[in-house]
């Protein structure tokens, strides 16, 4: 069974996350979600934390080995200073994690060491699609072989990064599976479309990508010509978004609850009136139950057990309700203060709202 107890690295991990979030994503939030736009300087300082780093290992640039419980648990507090600024962060690794998990060790040579050890660069992937009954595992983007090459056709939304990106992981239905297709920046039918306006996170520039008869050699489908399996990926990136889901609820419920201790009403703290005290226990109580979801579904990814992939969608499902719920209250308990902007609790609203749309935009 796992521990209840980080490792001594996985705490020092943390700590120095927590400071980085509280220290610089949450002062600069509010400025980058009105700018919409992190700045370089603090994107970088982030990748300079070495999340994604400590999870490759030396051969391929990186300074360790993939720990989807310690992924989760930065991820979380990263998510509690700032949730756009810490997708923004992780964006290389949409790119990077799944060839860690399926490449070929070609591909892993290629392009692993290029991401990890220099400083970040916009690497990122394509999975999400318009469609209202969208499913990952059965995407309406194709890719049908001719001759030595793969055509890929179809649109994808919510492609962060996508304008500058150096390479994209383009995901596509091939014979009834999902596969992914390494495109380098530049290549020919890959129609990037104007940045999308979300409701919420603001500062996590996505665009919607076009691919019109977009040839891709052989050697680039993820895991070379005998393909990959996909339930890992999906498995894994949906741990990370409940990771990210339960890290601004934290904040969320944080912030409620100590403005209900400060905030009188009538001449009582609000958070004395019994409707608002339930509803803080409720919120305390989900965000527990939830953030272990997340953390048994990454320890059993790392410990190879037989049903993960169910304890990844109960999580992830989980986590995205919970996202909603609490902050939801949070702005319910402020009450006017909830929904002006003097507060943060209307801007992770807004954000929270976006986890369930945004599959395959973090991995561990």
Do not use: C
């Amino acid at each position: 069974m796992y521990s209840f107890e980080p490792s001594e690295e996985q705490q020092m991990l943390m700590d120095v996350v927590t400071r980085f979030a509280s220290n610089d994503l949450r002062p600069l939030a509010r400025e980058a979600d009105e700018g919409q736009d992190f700045s370089e300087k603090v994107i970088e300082k982030g990748w300079e934390l070495g999340i994604l780093q400590a999870s490759i290992p030396e051969e391929f640039g990186g300074f360790g080995d993939r720990s989807a419980l310690t992924g989760v648990l930065a991820l979380e507090e990263m998510s509690w200073g700032d949730a756009a600024g810490a997708m923004a962060i992780m964006t290389p690794g949409i790119f990077a994690m799944p060839l860690l998990l399926a490449g070929s060790d070609e591909q892993k040579r290629a392009y692993l060491p290029q991401i990890v050890e220099a400083e970040w660069q916009p690497f990122t992937s394509a999975l999400i699609e318009y469609y209202y009954d969208f499913d990952p595992n059965d995407l309406r983007t194709t890719a049908d072989q001719e001759g030595n090459d793969y055509i890929i056709r179809g649109e994808k939304v919510n492609v962060p990064f996508a304008k500058e990106a150096k390479a994209m992981l383009v995901y596509a239905r091939l014979e009834g599976k999902t596969q992914g297709f390494i495109i380098p920046q530049g290549t020919n039918g890959v129609q990037v479309g104007e940045r999308h306006k979300l409701l919420g996170m603001h500062a996590l520039p996505n665009y919607p990508v076009r691919f019109d008869d977009v040839h891709v050699p052989k050697i680039n489908r993820l895991g070379g010509e005998a393909g990959h399996e996909f339930a890992p990926i999906l498995d894994a990136s949906r741990i990370a978004i409940a990771a990210l889901a339960v890290g601004l609820s934290r904040a969320s419920y944080e912030y409620s609850r100590d403005y209900a201790k400060e905030r009188e009403v009538f001449g009582v703290k609000a958070a004395q009136k019994q409707a608002i005290a339930f509803m803080l226990a409720e919120m305390a109580t989900e965000i527990e139950a939830t953030r272990l979801l997340v953390w048994e579904a990454a320890w059993k990814i790392d410990n190879n057990k037989e049903d993960i992939s169910k304890s990844a969608y109960l999580a992830y499902y989980g986590a995205v309700d919970l996202a909603m719920m609490v902050t939801d209250r949070a702005v319910q308990i402020l009450g006017g203060h909830g929904y002006i902007r003097e507060h943060p609790v209307e801007k992770w609203m807004r954000d929270g709202r976006g986890f369930a749309n945004f599959t395959g935009l973090a991995i561990v």
